[in-house]
Structures are given as structure tokens and as C-alpha cells.
């Protein structure tokens, strides 16, 4: 699926890909079940997540997008493969959780109607999925979709030191500094952990984080 490119990647292009993955069932992404250390973050650290509205972008399956909605808290599930998002409904049917905590939808983005504002946005295995020269586009939508006050948790992966090979990919390596140059003009980062649990094959390669939308 790793491609190299050191010029743009346009939006149309991004697409194809990503179907292209989900109809040929290329998900090796897909660790089947929620992430540890988001998980760690709700029920063992107790973090505190505004109620309303939330989004997870990039939903695959729905592992996470079910697990973070709550009857404070009702959650979209957004991906831009139909399989995707039929299979997420699937799984939450079979779950037996209702559509009313959380649906999936295909949603593009970068292009959807915004007509409320999301308290809560959950993102991993998303911005790595993006090519580099969509950063910028990733962060700016991500402070005009969320609510002043809102919570955004990234879930930095797959993080590396150097520089090498970073316009290979999906998923494309990067930094802490590289959410912070597209975050900190609209986000405060409010909580960061680098030690928190992971996957076994991701250890030392994530970072949770949680930045409050100014």
C-alpha cells in the first residue's frame, strides 16, 4: 500500500486509495479492538470529555467511535468507504448499542456541512494516513469543526525520530512537532502521555494526547 511521493497528494487521489483498500479488505491497520490507550485514558485515568457531540474521522471499523459514546456523548463515525462504515454498523448491531449513542456515516473530511459544532474528536491512524502536504488542511479542519472548549484526542502513531523515509507511506512516519505546527495557533495541549499503553507490535511508537480547542 506504501507509496512515495514528495509533491501533493490531491484530495481525489487520497480517496482512491483508501477504497481501493477496503475493497481489495487491505486493513492491516485494523488491530480489532479499541485502542489500549484510549481506553487507559477513559476508564483508568478518568479523563473527563465535554458532553455533546463528538466525531472519530477515519472510523474503520468502529472499535473506538463505539467505545467513546455514551448517553452524554453521541459520537459520529466518519470513513469515506461505504464497506467501512457498513461493517462498523454491522459490528454495533451485533454489540446491540443504539444508533441513538453512535452511527456511521460516509462522510469526506475535508467536505461535509457543518451545522453543530463537535465537543469531542477522536483521531488515530488518521493523520499518518494523510500525506504530509495535508497537514496543514487536517489541523484548520479540525478547528472549524470543533467547539470552543472542545477536546481533541490524537493518538500519535507512528512516530519516529528521524527524518528517513518520511514521504513514504500510508501510514507516513512523523513527530510530536509535527502536531504542534498544524494545532497551536487553534489548540492548547492540555495532556500528553508518552508512556501510555499500546498494541504490542506499536510499542514506543504512540503517544496520547488531548488538545482543548481555544
Given at each position: 500500500?506504501?507509496?512515495?511521493?514528495?509533491?501533493?497528494?490531491?484530495?481525489?487521489?487520497?480517496?482512491?486509495?483508501?477504497?481501493?483498500?477496503?475493497?481489495?479488505?487491505?486493513?492491516?491497520?485494523?488491530?480489532?479492538?479499541?485502542?489500549?490507550?484510549?481506553?487507559?485514558?477513559?476508564?483508568e485515568k478518568k479523563w473527563s470529555l465535554p458532553s455533546g457531540e463528538g466525531i472519530v474521522p477515519g472510523c474503520g471499523r468502529g472499535y473506538d467511535a463505539m467505545f467513546l459514546a455514551s448517553s452524554d456523548l453521541h459520537i459520529v463515525g466518519a470513513d469515506i468507504s461505504q464497506i467501512a462504515v457498513d461493517t462498523a454498523n454491522?459490528?454495533?448491531?451485533?454489540?446491540?448499542?443504539?444508533?441513538?449513542?453512535?452511527?456511521?456515516?460516509?462522510?469526506?473530511?475535508?467536505?461535509?456541512?457543518?451545522?453543530?459544532?463537535?465537543?469531542?474528536?477522536?483521531?488515530?491512524?488518521?493523520?499518518?494516513?494523510?500525506?504530509?502536504?495535508?497537514?496543514?488542511?487536517?489541523?484548520?479542519?479540525?478547528?472549524?469543526?470543533?467547539?470552543?472548549?472542545?477536546?481533541?484526542?490524537?493518538?500519535?502513531?507512528?512516530l519516529w525520530k528521524d527524518e528517513k523515509d518520511r514521504d513514504i507511506g500510508p501510514p507516513f512516519l512523523l513527530t510530536e512537532d509535527d502536531y504542534h505546527q498544524v494545532l497551536d495557533d487553534n489548540f492548547e495541549l492540555i495532556h500528553i502521555d508518552p508512556k501510555c499503553k499500546t498494541h504490542d507490535t506499536r510499542v514506543g511508537h504512540e503517544i496520547i494526547t488531548v488538545w482543548r480547542r481555544k
Open positions: 500500500m506504501s507509496y512515495k511521493r514528495t509533491t501533493p497528494v490531491t484530495p481525489d487521489e487520497y480517496n482512491k486509495i483508501w477504497h481501493n483498500c477496503w475493497n481489495e479488505g487491505r486493513t492491516m491497520w485494523d488491530k480489532g479492538d479499541i485502542s489500549p490507550a484510549l481506553r487507559e485514558l477513559i476508564e454491522k459490528l454495533r448491531d451485533e454489540k446491540s448499542i443504539s444508533s441513538s449513542l453512535v452511527d456511521f456515516k460516509v462522510m469526506d473530511f475535508f467536505n461535509f456541512e457543518v451545522t453543530n459544532k463537535y465537543q469531542v474528536a477522536y483521531d488515530y491512524t488518521f493523520f499518518c494516513a494523510l500525506h504530509p502536504s495535508m497537514r496543514k488542511s487536517w489541523g484548520d479542519r479540525y478547528a472549524e469543526i470543533m467547539a470552543p472548549g472542545g477536546h481533541l484526542i490524537a493518538l500519535m502513531y507512528p
